[in-house]
């Protein structure tokens, strides 16, 4: 994990740039610090509680199990292979698209209760 601090005109932000190669696949993925996913096949690491936080502490990997169009937007939907842990993530643009459309016509398998969600 790197972490640079950019001086933007007397703004000062701190962005934390990671890049990863992908467990899975092995795709070298270039850290935009947005990126939580491989863009190849779309693997995670449980990582984040809320998107961007790290801090998850679990480590482990979150397959991609469908994938749904919501305004506009694609998101991918996550089971944590090792705590089951599930949640959404959206997709970025340079997401291998023919992947996410496969995973599209997989039904996913949402318990009504966890639908409630605003
Ligand atoms: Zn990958
Ligand atoms: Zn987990």
Redesign the pocket.
């Known amino acids: 994990m790197s972490s640079q601090e950019i001086n933007n005109g007397g703004r000062k932000f701190t962005r934390t740039i990671e890049n990863f190669i992908?467990a899975?696949?092995d795709?070298e993925v270039k850290g935009t610090g947005y990126t939580d996913h491989?863009p190849?096949?779309l693997?995670s690491v449980h990582v984040d509680v809320f998107p961007g936080d790290r801090k998850a502490g679990c480590g482990g990997l979150m397959e991609p199990i469908g994938a749904t169009l919501k305004n506009e937007k694609w998101r991918i939907y996550y089971r944590c292979q090792k705590c089951g842990h599930e949640r959404f993530n959206d997709a970025s643009q340079d997401d291998n698209f023919e992947k996410i459309i496969e995973l599209s016509t997989r039904p996913i398998p949402i318990r009504p209760s966890r639908q409630k969600r605003r």
Do not use: F, R
Request: proline share 0%.
């Open positions: 992908c899975v696949c795709t491989c190849e096949c693997w």
